[in-house]
């Protein structure tokens, strides 16, 4: 599992009336020095969202973590490679392990092909502890499979999207994913 910090220092146009710029202390309008260190997009900080992507390919996760850095919307990433990981992470063994405070992310990506604790078990235990239950899980996989989807929203998936095979409707995808949850969604975990 690792916990990816992007650093993002290019300008976003054409999205914006003003030039919108990006780097590790914050964002700035039409080049000043930003001088906090909160990143806020149409409104919205992105300081401190974490994105849980729980998925064991290398190159759906090198997509991932390309599509999310390129649209600047997702500063701090985790990466869970296989289902324990995940439950790991979610449920505090993992931070714990390193001496960190569990924080819990605002949205987990969560393919259902996982080796050892598949995705659809990742998604039960989510919605069974009440730390998590109120979680969003969208479901991001190639599973086509009818039953695999009725099977996730039953469980309590908030979402269930296909993951394109093409590199260039991947990425699409994942930027649309994360403006609607982390941008656009409201969304408050109490507990």
């Known amino acids: 599992m690792c916990l990816l910090n992007m650093k993002i220092e290019e300008p976003i146009k054409g999205q914006f009336s003003t030039n919108i710029h990006f780097n590790d202390r914050g964002i700035t309008k039409e080049g000043e020095v930003g001088k906090e260190s909160t990143v806020y997009l149409l409104g919205k900080s992105m300081r401190n969202k974490i994105v849980l992507l729980v998925e064991d390919d290398p190159g759906s996760i090198e997509l991932a973590r390309r599509a999310l850095g390129k649209n600047h919307i997702v500063k701090n990433l985790v990466i869970a490679q296989d289902g324990q990981e995940a439950l790991d992470y979610l449920f505090g063994t993992w931070s714990q392990a390193k001496g960190d405070t569990p924080r819990l992310p605002v949205v987990v990506l969560l393919d259902l092909n996982m080796p050892g604790v598949d995705g659809l078990e990742i998604l039960r235990r989510i919605r069974a502890d009440d730390r998590t239950k109120l979680l969003p899980v969208v479901i991001f996989t190639s599973s086509t499979n009818k039953r695999d989807m009725e099977k996730c ?31 656009l969604n409201e969304f408050h975990m109490t507990g």
């Open 153 to 183: 929203y039953d469980l309590g998936a908030n979402s269930y999207i296909y993951k394109p095979v093409d590199p260039k409707q991947f990425a699409d995808a994942v930027r649309q994913l994360s403006l609607y949850w982390l941008v």
